[in-house]
């Protein structure tokens, strides 16, 4: 029984237009499902990926204007890495965005590999990764026709996320003893506050793209308070609802807190807290998307899972309508 490497990541705006704007139109991912977060229908949740939303290839939002911004700190997840297909690729990113004026610093070397750190108009760090040689040949995210950005510079999928925890051997505990990674190397922090500091990198089956957790100790920091341009939580993926009970035994069989087994229509999901505080999530690769929506036209009107279907227009008239400019 082994993890499939990243499914999503979840993070969270406060301005779901602005949001859909940047990731669409600066970033060219696509919009492949508008729904409304499960728990609190008030609120968008925004899914972003490659043309089919595969799993491995998502960035979600919660919509969450009221909830203050996000104070970095520990028991959080500092960045979201996302596959570049090459260097020359990253290199037409940094141009790209110099000239749109979106905030980044230069491209650096990091554990062999070349990194173009980025921040969202709302704060959201993210980072691009470009493969090298030997990754060149991995799974990546299928290309979508309507991005604005040519198909040899797309983004492909996420590579990895970067958490910081106060302590972190119990993390690499759960991580490599429960759920089945290994420590693959590390690196010290070029620049920033964290500048000098060694993240340990762990990798799930092949490692690589999507398959890759980063661990940064930080001793030294308050823990984090999740606000607008913060990070959720991150889920992880695994093939399908008979080995997603197997997991939540095994975790449960390691001490920790883990939910029931939760539809989610798209997938179903197992949430649990990892000791340094951070908000991990198993999620089945199906069913998929294309549910409830025709591939050609996904994430152009908001879906909902049948059991909230009969409050749809309840639902509509608590939500603020997503207006794109131009």
């Known amino acids: 029984m082994q993890l499939g490497g990243l499914h999503h990541v979840t993070a969270i705006t406060g301005d779901a237009a602005g949001n859909v704007r940047f990731y669409t ?9 508008k729904t409304v977060n499960q728990d609190d229908v008030s609120a968008y949740h925004l899914f972003y990926g490659d043309a089919v939303g595969h799993p491995g290839t998502e960035i979600t939002f919660f919509d969450w204007p009221d909830i203050g911004p996000h104070l970095p700190g520990t028991g959080s997840i500092a960045a979201i890495d996302l596959q570049i297909p090459n260097r020359a690729a990253l290199e037409w990113w940094e141009r790209r965005l110099t000239a749109l004026g979106i905030q980044h610093d230069q491209i650096t070397e990091r554990n062999g590999r070349a990194v173009l ?3 969202d108009p709302e704060g959201q760090r993210l980072e691009l990764v470009a493969l090298n040689e030997a990754e060149l040949t991995s799974p990546g995210g299928v290309p979508w026709d309507g991005s604005p950005i040519p198909a040899a510079y797309q983004i492909r999928g996420l590579y990895a996320v970067r958490i910081v925890v106060a302590s972190g051997e119990m993390t690499a505990r759960l991580l490599t003893a429960t759920l089945g990674f290994r420590q693959t190397g590390a690196y010290v922090v070029p620049s920033g506050d964290a500048a000098g500091r060694t993240v340990r990198v762990f990798a799930i089956g092949p490692g690589g793209p999507g398959a890759e957790v980063h661990l940064e100790e930080r001793p030294d920091l308050r823990p984090a308070r999740l606000g607008i341009g913060g990070v959720h939580h991150v889920a992880f993926r695994t093939p399908g609802r008979a080995e997603q009970q197997v997991w939540r035994r095994h975790i449960s069989a390691a001490g920790l807190g883990v939910t029931p087994i939760i539809d989610r229509y798209y997938f179903t999901s197992i949430y649990f807290r990892e000791p340094g505080g951070v908000l991990f999530e198993i999620a089945t690769d199906g ?3 294309a549910v409830d929506e025709d591939i050609a036209h996904l994430g152009e009107r908001l879906a909902l899972p049948p059991f909230l279907e009969p409050y749809r227009g309840q639902i509509e ?4 309508p997503i207006v794109l400019d131009g």
């Open 317 to 320: 008239a608590s939500l603020r």
């Open 25 to 33: 139109r600066v970033l060219g991912l696509r919009l492949v499902k």
């Open 287 to 289: 069913p998929g998307f």
């Open 117 to 119: 750190p980025l921040v």
